[in-house]
């Protein structure tokens, strides 16, 4: 089963433009993490966030952390074509959990230029 | 290139038969990640090994194993395959509990 839901499942923006998702979860976790999928490829690390983090800022990639809520959100700012891509979060439950990830379904990104 | 090798790209096999997937870790990193992505399934862990030791286990099929060599390389294997085996498999490694996993460019099996 997965943590993590996200929202929204697809998203289609101009170039230029800001793009915002969601990802909820259920349990506790140690830290929440954000990766990139292209089309048939690998994931690719963006963002790590901590449990005691509320925001944290890469670039032009913001994720906020709200515990109390078990919600994170990703921002995307200026958007360029080559953002368009499958954005995933994934929840760290800790070394109890032996570190694994449990990943959301993900959200699709496309930016039109 | 992400440091984390997995051989085959692709591999396309019938119903029945067994495959091994290998994964070579980024250099470091002593944990091994595999998980299965299916557009049903999504993301879906299956199994950790850290330095030789299965660590975690997640929604992997009896059908499956894995194991980790002490050169920290690991195999899964996939036997008895099914059309819904058909999959990316892709490993990933991190060093610890504090870093983002490092993933392979992953193994498209079509089972046909």
């Known amino acids: 089963s997965q943590q993590g839901e996200e929202d929204p499942q697809a998203l289609s923006i101009q170039e230029g433009e800001n793009a915002t998702m969601n990802c909820s979860y259920k349990?506790?976790?140690?830290?929440l993490q954000w990766y990139r999928q292209n089309s048939g490829r690998g994931l690719v690390h963006l963002i790590l966030?901590?449990?005691?983090?509320r925001e944290k800022h890469s670039g032009r990639l913001r994720v906020t952390l709200d515990t109390s809520k078990k919600s994170s959100s990703l921002l995307i700012t200026a958007s360029r074509a080559a953002d368009t891509a499958s954005y995933f979060c994934?929840?760290?439950?800790?070394?109890?959990?032996?570190?694994?990830?449990?990943f959301g379904g993900g959200t699709r990104v496309l930016v039109k230029p | 290139d992400s440091g984390v090798t997995q051989t085959p790209k692709h591999l396309i096999t019938a119903t029945g038969q067994r495959v091994t997937l290998r994964c070579s870790p980024r250099?470091?990193?002593?944990?091994v990640y595999w998980y299965q992505q299916s557009l049903d399934q999504g993301l879906q862990f299956l199994i950790q090994?850290?330095?030789?030791?299965?660590?975690a286990k997640g929604n992997i099929l009896e059908r499956f194993s894995a194991q980790q060599f002490p050169d920290l390389h690991s195999e899964l294997n996939l036997s008895s395959l099914e059309l819904g085996d058909s999959a990316l498999y892709f490993c990933?490694?991190?060093?610890?509990?504090?870093?983002?996993?490092?993933f392979g460019s992953g193994t498209r099996l079509t089972v046909v």
């Open positions: 966030i901590r449990s005691n983090e």
């Open positions: 990933a490694s991190s060093v610890g509990q504090f870093g983002g996993y490092t």
């Open positions: 994934a929840t760290d439950g800790g070394k109890a959990a032996g570190n694994k990830l449990t």
């Open positions: 250099s470091g990193d002593l944990s």
């Open positions: 090994y850290y330095n030789g030791e299965e660590r």
């Open positions: 349990t506790s976790i140690n830290n």
